[in-house]
Nanobody
Framework: QVQLAESGGGLVQAGDSRRLSCAASGRTFNRFTMAWFRQPPGKEREFVAAIFRGGQNVYYADAVRGRFTISTNTAKNTLFLQMNSLKAEDTAIYFC???????????????????WGQGTQVTVSS
């Protein structure tokens, strides 16, 4: 049974940095596609970033490219999201999501992912 648990959220000031973590257990994740999504208040869940099948390719949403960095540890059982130059519009619940069979054209779609964490709130105060 795959379990994902996010941590690292909180209240930050605009311009600050924050690193989110997602601890994964229950499988070997070397070939999984791993992603971060977020859900701003009153909005739909949206794609943030993904690592395709263990790190061959990395993808970012336009809104975060250049400010956020997705990465994993060597064991591929912890996913990170380094968030720099945070803005008020980055305020959201952040979710990690994993999937074993994703294709590259679908990494940005929530329905691609079978496994989800419970989310961690990030609030950016301006």
């Amino acid at each position: 049974q795959v379990q994902l648990a996010e941590s690292g959220g909180g209240l930050v000031q605009a311009g600050d940095s924050r690193r989110l973590s997602c601890a994964a257990s229950g499988r070997t994740f070397n070939r999984f596609t791993m992603a971060w999504f977020r859900q701003p208040p009153g909005k739909e869940r949206e794609f943030v970033a993904a690592i395709f099948r263990g790190g061959q390719n990395v993808y970012y949403a336009d809104a975060v490219r250049g400010r956020f960095t997705i990465s994993t540890n060597t064991a591929k059982n912890t996913l990170f999201l380094q968030m720099n130059s945070l803005k008020a519009e980055d305020t959201a619940i952040y979710f990690c999501a994993f999937d074993q069979g994703a294709i590259v054209s679908s990494v940005h779609l929530p329905q691609t992912y079978d496994y989800w964490g419970q989310g961690t709130q990030v609030t950016v105060s301006s």
